[in-house]
């Protein structure tokens, strides 16, 4: 873990969604340091389903060291985020580092305030457990993920640089092994598990990775088996199986070794499987003969946009529109492999 240094002290740290989860995380390590904390977040009382309000994030930043203002913000409202900024000011003085959820506007607002205030993006590399992932990945999911406490060390990391740090995109991994952290075991909720990848970033981590095997994550689709594909005409559940079947090659059943099933609700909805174990592999519908590694519940219309490109699967996910039970490991290999689908589509 990365060790408190003392050099936040005195500074004011403006942390959206600092109530719960990431951003709380991030006000403790700052408060540690005796920093000043304006908590940005909604949540005035209690929610049944995830804990904590800005009052109880007040509380918990004061008795680890730091000095707290809770205010209420929804950030979609230009109004309440300006008044916040007037409370910490009027509070605190000049608040000196803020973070948003805002990246597209990083590099424009680090030009804008160069010399001034630093603004940098920081992502995750994999999943980090908070609330939020416990009811988007259901039961099991905290085993693929890392603990809050390595999104706030790599931003007590960031903040302890000077202000000519700026205009970045950083990954948390890639800053703490500059801090000098080699053992990335000590973040993870079950060490030695493999690992869920963040939805937003590309790259696999690497513990993924070797559990995959040395033969790579995503198969390549090789021209000399592929048949030419249907292109989807009236966009049904079977026209887009089609199209998959006809995509499948030996390669890719022999790197994916997974078997998914789909619940579609809706119009021509029904029980789909998708068998990526056995030779040659196979699909149609109903329950597949051996147990689905990944199953998969949504609507018919976005399973056809999905598998067409027109909708993301991380964003199905996220907003709910895609529910996943299983690894969740498999279950972005398919994406994956979607993505090598309709490039031929």
């Known amino acids: 873990m990365l060790p408190n240094t003392g050099k936040l002290a005195g500074c004011t740290v403006f942390i959206t969604g600092a109530s719960r989860g990431i951003g709380k995380a991030i006000a403790l390590k700052a408060a540690k340091d005796g920093a000043n904390i304006v908590i940005a977040a909604k949540t005035s009382q209690a929610h049944p389903k995830l804990p904590g309000t800005i009052y109880s994030a007040a509380e918990e930043i004061e008795a680890a060291g730091g000095k707290a ?5 929804d950030v979609r409202d230009e109004q309440q985020i300006s008044n916040a900024v007037a409370k910490a000011v009027e509070k605190f003085g000049a608040y ?13 607002m680090a030009e804008e305030f160069k010399g001034e205030i630093a603004v940098n993006a920081l992502w995750p590399k994999t999943a ?5 992932m416990d009811m988007l990945g259901g039961s099991g999911v905290e085993s693929q993920c890392r603990k809050v406490d390595i999104i706030a060390d790599a931003a007590y990391s960031i903040f302890k640089r000077p202000k000519s740090f700026t205009g970045n995109f950083i990954i948390d991994e890639n800053i703490l092994k500059e801090e000098g952290i080699k053992n990335f ?20 981590p690497d513990t993924v990775i070797k559990k995959m095997g040395s033969s790579g994550a995503i198969p390549q689709l ?3 088996k592929l048949q030419p594909a249907p292109k989807l005409r009236s966009g049904t559940v079977e ?3 089609k199209v998959v079947k006809e995509s499948l090659t030996d390669d890719i059943v022999k790197t994916t070794q997974a078997v998914y099933q789909f619940e579609l609700s809706g119009e021509d909805g029904g029980t ?15 329950e597949p003969s051996d147990e689905a590694d990944v199953v998969m519940s949504m609507t018919s219309e976005d399973f056809v946009k999905m598998f067409s490109g027109k909708l993301k699967p991380t ?3 996220m907003s709910g529109k895609l529910k996943i039970k299983g690894n969740m490991a498999l279950a972005i290999k398919l994406e994956k492999l979607m993505n090598q689908m309709q490039a031929r589509l």
């Open 222 to 224: 090789k021209e000399d």
């Open 315 to 317: 964003i199905a996910f």
């Open 69 to 73: 203002l809770p205010c209420i913000v």
């Open 96 to 108: 000196t580092i803020a973070k948003y959820g805002m990246s597209m506007c990083v590099l424009g």
């Open 128 to 132: 980090i457990h908070t609330a939020a």
């Open 239 to 241: 026209e887009t199986f």
């Open 185 to 204: 075991d000590i973040y993870a909720i079950k060490p030695g598990h493999s690992l869920l990848p963040d939805f937003f970033l590309d790259e696999l």
């Open 272 to 286: 789909w499987f998708l068998d990526l174990k056995s030779q040659g592999g196979n699909v149609g519908p109903g």
